[in-house]
């Protein structure tokens, strides 16, 4: 019953590298989406897909990247790392358009840009 | 622009205690709110999901109320234990944004430590 996962759990980047975060989901959710979380600041939407394909930003996109090929995946890439894209990074998935459905999370992952 | 505020921002209670956390948000179109869990270094856990149209959901010793037009929800935890030492996040998802999205908007929590 693995949920939603996230890779990696943990990354130290240098100003100016790209990576990807990695987050699959098992339940077979039309609905995908990356946070971000900041101290004093709540959570803030980065990008959601709506379904395999189809991508939308959010509340703070700029910096970031995604694509979903398959309803399972949906990795958020980071195009050139800056220390204010230092965070912790969620992973959400629900089961469809119906804001009443149950929106589960992954575990996190935490990021430092130095 | 909608808001969401969380009060108080830490909260530390004897164990058995019954408790309160409050949440309130700036503008009454939403679509529902919800009550999350928080542990250290663990991602949101839903507990409670209010529909619009609806007062308050129960589950278990949890009780979530919500008073759309002042703005206002509840958290109410009853008899405390220590297993319950967590931040509970508030979040609304906002009607202007539409169905078609997972845009909630979260307040910054209560850190809540019961105590035994």
């Known amino acids: 019953n693995a949920g939603v996962t996230q890779t990696p759990k943990f990354q130290v980047l240098k100003t100016g590298q790209s990576m990807t975060l990695q987050c699959a989901q098992d339940m077979n959710h039309e609905y995908m989406s990356w946070y971000r979380q900041d101290p004093g600041m709540g959570l803030r939407l980065i990008h959601y897909s709506v379904g395999a394909g189809i991508t939308d930003q959010g509340e703070v996109p700029n910096g970031y990247n995604v694509s979903r090929s398959t309803t399972e995946d949906f990795p958020l890439r980071l195009l050139s790392a800056a220390p204010s894209q230092t965070s912790v990074y969620f992973c959400?998935?629900?089961?469809?358009?119906?804001?009443?459905?149950?929106?589960?999370f992954g575990e996190g992952s935490w990021l430092t840009v130095v | 622009k909608q808001e969401v505020t969380q009060i108080p921002a830490a909260l530390s209670v004897p164990e058995g205690e019954n408790l309160v956390l409050n949440c309130s948000f700036t503008?009454?179109?939403?679509?529902?709110l919800q009550w999350f869990r928080q542990d250290p270094g663990k991602g949101l856990t839903s507990l409670l999901l209010?529909?619009?149209?609806?007062r308050e959901q129960t589950s278990g010793r949890l009780n979530a109320s919500l008073d759309k037009s002042s703005g206002r929800s509840t958290l109410y935890i009853a008899a405390s234990q220590p297993g319950d030492s967590a931040t509970y996040l508030c979040?609304?998802?906002?009607?202007?944004?539409?169905?078609?999205?997972?845009?909630?908007?979260f307040g910054t929590g209560t850190l809540l430590a019961v105590q035994p």
């Open positions: 959400a998935s629900r089961r469809d358009r119906d804001s009443g459905n149950t929106i589960y």
């Open positions: 503008d009454s179109a939403i679509y529902n």
């Open positions: 209010i529909q619009s149209s609806q």
């Open positions: 979040a609304v998802h906002p009607r202007d944004y539409g169905g078609a999205t997972n845009k909630l908007i």
